[in-house]
């Protein structure tokens, strides 16, 4: 059974371009979650998904950050015109039903913005 | 503001003896706390929880202890491994049920053979 899929694992981006991130979770798993780490800071919330639902996003951004889980394929977070304060490790997990935390983490993206 | 705080960044220990990481928080609303460890290039693991209505759970090796008066608590590690080696982020979960966590900013552990 595979785990949380993140690709791509590294991605670059030239400021004012499109970052698009994916995440598929682990088979069974309904519940997705975004979180984004900075440099030398903990992880932050981002949003939190069910399969076509948007359930909680008051981590994300008010511009330019947009996520989805559709019904079929994976669940993709984007970042419109990234600029360089948005080069971060972009964390997806996975869960089979709410968890409180107790969910499966993928090995993230590294967004680098150049 | 920092909800959540691990104030060592750093932690250096000998084989086989015990590994002591503390996490301080300042938001009444949590009721629910989270260990997971992490290892460079990879996720977060997690590895132990706590409600705030219990002090102490235990799982093998790993023992987390709740202070709801100090708002404290702490990761105890018995034996510490070389494989522990790793940052280990402590979280934290608001009453009602909530799916959101909020983590504090990691403290590096290092075992010694």
């Known amino acids: 059974n595979a785990g949380v899929m993140q690709n791509p694992r590294h991605l670059v981006r030239r400021r004012g371009q499109e970052a698009r991130l994916r995440c598929s979770p682990m088979k069974g798993h309904s519940h997705v979650y975004w979180y984004r780490q900075l440099p030398e800071e903990g992880l932050k919330f981002m949003v939190y998904?069910?399969?076509?639902?948007?359930?909680?996003e008051s981590g994300m951004p008010k511009e330019r950050f947009s996520a989805e889980f559709p019904k079929e394929g994976p669940s993709i977070l984007r970042i419109q015109q990234v600029v360089r304060g948005d080069s971060a490790a972009y964390f997806c997990?996975?869960?089979?039903?709410?968890?409180?935390?107790?969910?499966?983490f993928g090995s993230g993206t590294r967004l680098t913005v150049v | 503001d920092q909800q959540v705080k691990q104030n060592s960044p750093s932690l250096s220990v000998q084989e086989g003896r015990i590994s002591i990481l503390n996490c301080d928080y300042t938001?009444?609303?949590?009721?629910?706390f989270l260990w997971y460890k992490k290892y460079p290039a990879e996720g977060p693991t997690f590895l132990i929880s706590i409600s705030s209505i219990k002090d102490k759970n235990e799982d093998g090796r790993f023992t987390v202890f709740l202070n709801k008066s100090a708002k404290h608590l702490s990761l105890h590690i018995v034996p510490s491994q070389p494989g522990d080696s790793a940052v280990y982020f402590c979280?934290?979960?608001?009453?009602?049920?909530?799916?959101?966590?909020?983590f504090g900013k990691g403290t590096k552990l290092t075992v010694n053979p």
């Open positions: 938001n009444s609303m949590f009721d629910y």
């Open positions: 997990a996975s869960s089979p039903s709410r968890s409180r935390g107790g969910y499966t």
């Open positions: 998904l069910q399969k076509e639902n948007i359930i909680d």
């Open positions: 979280a934290a979960s608001y009453q009602g049920g909530s799916e959101k966590l909020v």
